[in-house]
């Protein structure tokens, strides 16, 4: 069976949206280096005599597996850690998040108001690690790719979830909050090193919302364009000017499907690098390895040799490599028993804090099961009163009480799906969004509820989360038991492939719990969570007021009338019982006394902030 999916404005951008916080994958059950892994103890914790390289390993919980996170799919930290250090970009968060632009790849300023007029220009010199200049091909093809101009409506297989899209059709991805807003092809200029981009709309995030992606020869070449860089180039220019649909069809499907890798590909141009390192190993779900580029020109180049990250779901099994010197430092997702045991190894700084990314339970309103209003003959009312008698089972003080609190003895329950517990305005926000209905857990108004609708129980939930997460599978076991007093018999659908499945299984699961990390401080940041059809509403979630509210939002530039507009989404989420709030997540991050200059910061990429200040130290 077949369902149909609109490309619509309200997506994805690896510095102006949310991304998926630690979508697990398998690791591998012998995590043991191979001779040719460069975290081995040998190579890992003793100093590099002199002329010998250095490498600073980082434990990280999820494998690298797409070199393209603009797609849907591809939005992950997982992925975006790494391409943080092998992609340069315009600008970048400093350590007291102030947006700060990085001349030495380029430059952008705003020409125009009226029209909102902004004008990207890359440095003369700047180059892909095989030569081939970044130039404004590489910018233009970003901009129709996350754009949405180009992409036709596809079909999606209602029962894996996937894009059904025929050989002639163009589909790149679903179109972005702002770049949506740019209709007009960007001019290119400055002997190919420039695009103008102008707005069809004043965008408040236009700071944050453009950039480049994959680079635009290599596509062309997956798509059976010309192999020569120039030559590809130009055809992807001229494919995108003339909006030839039977070259684009090719390119888009190149782009959306082409970066994906889980090891090291054959095909160095699947991985090529603009900023100070470069790929150079990855043994899947082990390690990747990252050596610095030499066609790397800018002010960011790393003092380190090699930096390589090796994965392991079990932060006690990371936390036991850096005791014994196999990793030099890392971010797990902590529980008690993972801090405790960090601050007991001598030599080591562990960094607590409140980080970006915040834990939430989400359901499914269609897949015909007890969330979705198909279920009861198109009732929605009563979908929706089923949705909130188990949003009244979830346990959340106890969630933070008995998991939290033990990390951060001031952790509370997060009562916003925008604005984090420290924002300006949350206070405000909370006490307007009606979040107070689901305050305590209530089970007898949850079973009140699927009486007054004639639901019979008990309503089988299967619910989705990352198996190997130790902190997840003990949420589930509190959800579970407290939904049962209520009737409702939540079905254990633990599985190390969540994050793939969230987007391309919902015939699999009702409910979820994961957490979404923020990637930027842009005040549209949300927008692809909740809009109908956005890229990030895996769920079938649809409010026409919602979607109006963004699209007032996406133009809007006065502070005050901003915060009103998210306080007034929010009302809406949770009269709809979309899902709920439970915890901001506590940042912990450890590293041994052999390394200096970091710096980690709530956003992502976190703990990777700064890496080019790190140095290893005897």
């Not at 529980?335 to 562990?350: C, H, P």
Request: proline share 5%; hydrophobic share 35%; charged share 20%.
């Amino acid at each position: 069976m077949k369902i149909r999916r609109f490309s619509v404005a309200g997506a994805v951008l690896a510095g102006a949206a949310l991304a998926l916080s630690a979508c697990t994958t398998p690791a591998a059950e012998d995590d043991t280096p191979t001779t040719s892994d460069p975290t081995s103890s040998e190579t890992a914790t003793d100093d590099a005599p002199t002329g010998e390289a250095s490498t600073v390993t980082v434990g990280w919980n999820q494998p690298f597996y797409s070199y393209n996170s603009s797609t849907s799919h591809g939005n992950a930290t997982a992925n975006a850690i790494i391409l943080y250090m092998t992609q340069a970009g315009f600008n970048y968060y400093d350590a007291d998040l102030n947006l700060t632009q990085d001349t030495s790849f380029g430059t952008y300023e705003k020409v125009s108001d009226d029209p909102l007029t902004v004008k990207y220009t890359i440095n003369e010199g700047v180059v892909w690690s095989d030569g081939a200049p970044v130039d404004a091909a590489d910018m233009l093809l970003y901009w129709a790719a996350v754009s949405g101009n180009f992409s036709d409506e596809v079909e999606y297989d209602e029962e894996t979830g996937e894009e059904i899209v025929k050989d002639d059709q163009v589909f790149f991805t679903s179109g972005t909050p702002g770049l949506a807003l740019v209709t007009q092809t960007p001019e290119i200029g400055d002997d190919g090193r420039s695009v103008t981009l102008v707005y069809d709309k004043p965008f408040a995030d236009w700071e944050t919302n453009f950039g480049y992606g994959v680079p635009a020869h290599v596509v062309n070449r997956l798509a059976g364009g010309a192999e020569d860089p120039a030559e590809a180039k130009a055809e992807i220019i001229k494919a995108i000017q003339d909006n030839d649909r039977a070259k684009l069809a090719p390119i888009s499907n190149a782009w959306r499907t082409g970066f994906d890798f889980t090891s090291l590909p054959s095909d160095p141009g699947l991985y090529l690098s603009s900023g100070p390192y470069i790929i150079t190993d990855f043994v899947e779900n082990q390690y990747i390895t990252l050596s610095k580029n030499d066609k790397y020109t800018g002010d960011l180049a790393g003092k380190v040799d090699n930096i390589t990250v090796r994965y392991n779901e079990d932060p006690q099994a990371l936390v036991q490599a850096l005791q014994n010197g196999e990793i030099d430092m890392l971010a797990p997702q902590a529980t008690a028993d993972t801090l405790a045991a960090l601050q007991a190894i001598e030599g080591v700084e562990v960094h607590t804090s409140t980080d970006a990314t915040y834990e939430h339970v989400d359901m499914v309103q269609n897949n015909g099961g007890p969330f979705d209003p198909a279920t009861y003959g198109g009732d929605a009312e009563k979908a929706k009163k089923v949705r909130q008698a188990f949003l009244l089972t979830i346990p959340r003080q106890q969630i933070v009480d008995q998991l939290i609190k033990p990390l951060n003895p001031d952790a509370e329950v997060r009562n916003s799906f925008i604005l984090t517990p420290d924002a300006p305005g949350y206070e405000q926000m909370v006490a307007e969004n009606g979040s107070d209905f689901y305050a305590n857990v209530d089970i007898e108004k949850a079973k009140a509820l699927l009486e007054e609708v004639g639901v019979e129980t008990p309503v089988d939930v299967r619910f989705l989360y990352g198996a190997s997460n130790v902190r997840r599978a003990n949420e589930y076991q509190l959800i579970a038991e407290s939904a049962a007093q209520a009737g409702f018999n939540v079905i254990d659908g633990g599985d190390d492939n969540w994050g793939v499945m969230l987007d391309t299984a919902t015939d699999q699961y009702d409910a979820n719990l994961f957490g979404w990390q923020s990637t930027s401080l842009a005040v549209t940041e949300s927008d692809a969570n909740f809009r109908t059809g956005g890229p990030n509403n895996f769920y079938g979630y649809s409010n026409p007021e919602v979607d109006a509210l963004f699209d007032e939002l996406q133009t809007e530039v006065d502070a005050d009338r901003q915060q009103e507009i998210l306080r007034e989404v929010e009302k809406h989420l949770w009269e709809d019982a979309f899902g709920t709030t439970i915890f901001q997540f506590p940042g912990v991050n450890a590293w041994n006394s052999k390394v200096t200059g970091v710096e980690p910061i709530a956003l992502s990429p976190t703990i990777f902030h700064g890496f080019w200040n790190w140095e290893k130290t005897s």
